[in-house]
């Protein structure tokens, strides 16, 4: 009766330490799923950004032209304060914009060195250099926020300024 005993609890233990197992193997089943779909998840948002940043670019680069076009005619004329004054809030915003086309250009660069210096030493796998590129675009989100809270505002302050200036132009001319 003894060796049934002891036969039973050793098949109990072992029902139960498959249970444990089965249970642990299902948590890190879990686990590579949700981290599968933040990968996914990631690449949407790394995508996002990047149409985002490109639609963004056009828009500013068409704005800069249009306010240096309208600009220069005027600042040849006439050294008035405020056109001055937009002069600088636009050399702001694009020493902003430009500063950060270069940092994400050299980042750019660099990153792109480092993936075909893993890819050649087959250090890294497509999905790892996917997932550190989709990574590192998340984190260039949070500057591209940054430069769009300088670039944006300072634009718009030096558009203003020249739209006062040509409404109160067109206003003495009429009058």
Known sequence: ?????????????????????????????????????????????????TK???????IVIAGYIGFFNIWSPLIEKSKEWY??????????????????EIYKSISGTLKLN???DNINNRELSLN????IQSDGEISELKIWKFQILITVPTGAIAAIILLIV?????IEKVS
């Open 114 to 116: 480092k993936f075909m």
């Open 83 to 100: 056109l001055l004054l937009s002069g600088i809030f636009i050399l702001i915003s694009l020493i902003a914009f430009v500063g950060y």
């Open 128 to 131: 790892e250099v996917k997932r």
């Open 1 to 49: 009766m003894t060796t049934q005993n002891s036969f039973n609890k050793e098949i109990s233990k072992q029902v139960n330490n498959l249970g444990k197992t089965a249970s642990k193997h299902s948590q890190v089943m879990r686990n590579l799923q949700e981290d599968k779909m933040r990968g996914e998840y990631k690449e949407v948002i790394a995508y996002s950004y």
């Open 166 to 170: 040509y409404i109160i132009n067109f």
């Open 52 to 58: 985002a940043s490109s639609y963004s670019n056009l």
